[in-house]
């Protein structure tokens, strides 16, 4: 084997690597895509009431107790045109973010140990 065909052959290999690491994550996870809400109870109201103005993924990417989600509505409804819910629809849409959601206990990763951070030349 030539040295090209062993660069071609390592690139491909590099390059598949990540579609085997998604396909195997999304299985794990229930087949929810990236981005997609969890079809839990209620993930109807919120793609109906909430995807109107912005992507599911802005709300799988946050979470928060239900003070917090009740919050982000009241925000929306008073600076960006989000119309009144009205206590029921609000109440199952509260739900279903608090439920799927939740507050996570830390959203930042743990810091790299010394031996993996990068070398800064100029301290």
Not at 8 to 36: D, K, R
Request: net charge neutral.
């Amino acid at each position: 084997m030539t040295n090209r065909m062993k660069l071609i052959w390592l690139t491909l290999i590099t390059l598949s690597l990540p579609l085997l690491f998604t396909n195997a994550s999304s299985t794990a996870q229930g087949s929810v895509a990236v981005g997609e809400l969890i079809q839990e109870e209620g993930w109807q109201l919120v793609r109906d009431n909430c995807t109107e103005c912005h992507s599911s993924q802005i709300i799988v990417q946050n979470s928060g107790n239900r003070e917090v989600w009740k919050s982000r509505i009241k925000w929306m409804q008073s600076s960006q045109g989000l119309g009144e819910l009205g206590p029921e629809l609000e109440g199952s849409i509260l739900d279903y973010l608090t439920s799927n959601y939740g507050q996570k206990t830390a959203s930042r990763r743990q810091a790299l140990p010394i031996h993996l951070m990068p070398s800064t030349p100029n301290l």
